[in-house]
C-alpha cells in the first residue's frame, strides 16, 4: 500500500518547539516533491512549506517564515518540519503530501497526489 505515514504530533504548551516526520512507504517518493499543510477546525487547507525531490530548494507560506524548516533526510527518506514559537492559534491537523509529477503548484493542495493521515498538533496556552 502507498502512503505517507506522519509522526510527531502532540500537546505542547506555548512557546514550545516541535518537530514532525513524515516517511513514505515506498522508495519511490524520494524523486516527488514533498509538502505540509495543516487544517484547523471549520478552516480551510493552510499550506506551510514544501520541499523540492533533491532537497536543494525549500519554499514557505509569508506568515510561517521564519518559524518553520522543511527538511529532507540525506537519503531522501524522511521529510520533517521543524515549529518553534508554537501559539494556540497553531492548533490544527498537520497533513504531508507529495507530488508525483512535475506539473502543479508547491502552493496549491490540489497539486498534491499522496496523502497522509494527518497528525494533530494541540497547543495549549
Known amino acids: 500500500q502507498v502512503q505517507l505515514v506522519e509522526s510527531g504530533g502532540g500537546v505542547v504548551q506555548a512557546g514550545e518547539s516541535l518537530t514532525l516526520s513524515c516517511e513514505p512507504s515506498e522508495d519511490f517518493f524520494v524523486w516527488f516533491r514533498m509538502g505540509w499543510f495543516r487544517q484547523a477546525p471549520g478552516m480551510e487547507r493552510e499550506f506551510l512549506a514544501a520541499i523540492s525531490w533533491s532537497g536543494e530548494s525549500t519554499y514557505y507560506a509569508y506568515s510561517q517564515k521564519g518559524r518553520c524548516t522543511i527538511s529532507r533526510d540525506s537519503a531522501r527518506n524522511a521529510v520533517h518540519l521543524q515549529m518553534a514559537s508554537l501559539q494556540p492559534e497553531d492548533t490544527a491537523v498537520y497533513y504531508c503530501?507529495?507530488?508525483?509529477?512535475?506539473?502543479?503548484?508547491?502552493?496549491?493542495?490540489?497539486?498534491?497526489?499522496?496523502w497522509g493521515q494527518g497528525t494533530q498538533v494541540t497547543v495549549s496556552s
Open positions: 503530501a507529495a507530488i508525483a509529477s512535475y506539473s502543479g503548484s508547491y502552493y496549491d493542495d490540489l497539486s498534491y497526489h499522496y
